[in-house]
């Protein structure tokens, strides 16, 4: 790892299918102990982004660096290994299995440990995620809210520097994200470098410090969330023009 190397660093990514274009010349940066908010309407490429970062998905072309090593060729479980860990839109634990098990196996394989090892930062991950008293669960029959916490703890329990957030708010009631929310922030607040895709712009914006917005593939706008919740365009492409949660977000 090249020392002061940014967590994130994307140049020129380009994936297609055919001649479906999902992503196009797409770039950016992220500092560490940042918060990236990614926002478009359904099928702007922000999960195929994320699929291109973690390693499920080939780029055709561009660079992605992590911590000043090119790792477009490294496979998922290489990228976990380095510091990249991501949840998932739909929580996908194995249901038959107790939530602390669920973690030890993501401590295991995801960050390599032995057993004795594993345990430690399961338990850490347990811990820090609010799941103490439910870790004895089977995953299957968890709330939705300790689903999306357990999800966060497998990620955790690899030891990331980079977290990537998948729509881990939907679904929720207002209650349940305001404690996801504030479980974010301090996982943030502690140093963690995060990139979170979400519908749910006040939970979003609630936690990030930069938005990039994404349409048809493209980065269509990005900058402080103030700005780009302003941005005519954005609104337009993303919200709509008579969008209640847009009017909301600006009072």
């Given amino acids: 790892m090249t020392q002061g190397a940014l967590p994130l660093s994307i140049r020129g990514l380009h994936k297609s299918f055919g001649a479906l274009v999902v992503a196009e010349d797409i770039s950016f940066d992220v500092e560490e102990n940042s918060a990236l908010g990614i926002i478009g309407p359904n099928g702007a490429g922000k999960t195929t982004l994320f699929n291109l970062i973690a390693g499920a998905m080939s780029p055709g072309s561009g660079k992605i660096n992590s911590f000043g090593k090119d790792i477009g060729s490294m496979d998922a479980r290489r990228r976990c290994l380095g510091g ?24 295991a394989f995801g960050r390599g440990l032995n057993e004795h090892a594993a345990r ?8 820090r995620t609010g799941l103490g008293g439910s870790s004895n669960r089977l995953a299957g029959s968890m709330t939705l809210l300790d689903r999306k916490r357990l999800e966060l703890a497998r990620a955790l329990a690899t030891g990331p520097r980079l977290l990537l957030l998948d729509e881990i708010a939907g679904g929720l009631t207002e209650a349940e994200c305001r404690d996801l929310v504030s479980l974010i922030k301090e996982i943030r607040d502690q140093g963690m470098t995060i990139i979170w895709i979400e519908h749910v712009l006040h939970a979003l914006l609630a936690v990030v410090d930069r938005v990039m917005v994404l349409d048809f593939g493209k980065i269509i706008a990005q900058g402080a969330p103030d700005e780009i919740m302003k941005d005519p365009q954005v609104a337009a492409v993303y919200l709509g023009p008579d969008s209640e949660e847009l009017e909301m977000i600006n009072g």
Avoid: C, H, Y
């Fill in 84 to 107: 990249i860990a991501r949840s998932f839109q739909v929580p996908q634990p194995f249901s038959g299995m107790t939530a602390f098990e669920n973690v030890l196996i993501a401590a």
């Fill in 120 to 127: 430690k930062f399961a338990i850490k991950a347990i811990d």
